[in-house]
């Protein structure tokens, strides 16, 4: 696609509910990065897809998250047993490769909300 | 570990005024520096980077960024601010080996108001 597309825009789920959030990322790119912005913060860095295997899962806070790339492509973030301090919002973005100089590209970014 | 800085939460300046967003850098090697500018309900967008080369370098929308070694700095720049330039704006500098390569590390914003 034209850009990095997240799905949904808005998560509203109930504390200890599993959410599942979708990033498909800028055709061709093979880097796709997850970040967390939480209000008044900077994203912070969650986990890093080279292909279809994890370079880099550092960032996850816990066993809670987790997140895949099946097909080097597509990338869901799943959070099990949320709670309030999830929520955030949860930014995706993908770059060519492993190239230094090139930018990641950033989608809109899903707000998940636990209450 | 890399990390940047910006020390100012907000930034206020009048419409036509030159403005300067102010960030900070602390790296191992070779610095790779971005600015990213995020709009209300919008994802991050991309304004420019310094890799290597000239110490100033332009990006989107008229703004530039000047690269200063000596004082790790890397400050975002636009001769005369626009309306439309009100918005938050990120450095991040770029994790350049090991294990975290690719990371990228962000301020935590500097917003941005101009007045008409």
């Known amino acids: 696609g034209a850009g990095v597309s997240q799905t949904p825009s808005n998560k509203v789920t109930e504390k200890g509910k599993y959410v599942e959030l979708r990033c498909d990322p800028i055709s061709g790119h093979t880097a796709l990065y997850w970040y967390r912005q939480s209000l008044g913060q900077g994203p912070e860095f969650l986990i890093y897809f080279q292909g279809t295997g994890a370079a880099d899962d550092s960032g996850l806070p816990n066993d809670r998250f987790f997140a895949v790339r099946p097909e080097g492509s597509v990338s869901t973030l799943k959070i099990q047993r949320t709670e309030r301090g999830d929520s955030a919002v949860y930014l995706c973005?993908?770059?060519?490769?492993?190239?230094?100089?090139?930018?990641?590209?950033f989608g809109q970014g899903t707000r998940l909300t636990v209450v | 570990a890399q990390s940047v800085a910006q020390p100012e939460d907000q930034v206020n300046v009048a419409e036509g005024n030159p403005l300067t967003v102010k960030c900070t850098y602390s790296v191992s090697g070779n610095p790779y520096l971005f600015w990213y500018v995020q709009y209300p309900n919008r994802g991050l967008q991309f304004l420019l980077k310094y890799i290597t080369g000239d110490n100033l370098v332009k990006g989107s929308y008229g703004f530039e960024a000047e690269f200063n070694k000596s004082q790790t700095s890397f400050h975002l720049k636009k001769p005369s601010a626009l309306v439309s330039d009100s918005a938050l704006y990120f450095c991040a500098v770029r994790d350049n080996g090991g294990s975290t390569l690719g990371r990228l590390y962000f301020g935590r914003g500097t917003q941005l108001t101009v007045w008409p």
């Open positions: 973005a993908s770059s060519l490769g492993q190239i230094m100089n090139t930018e990641a590209f």
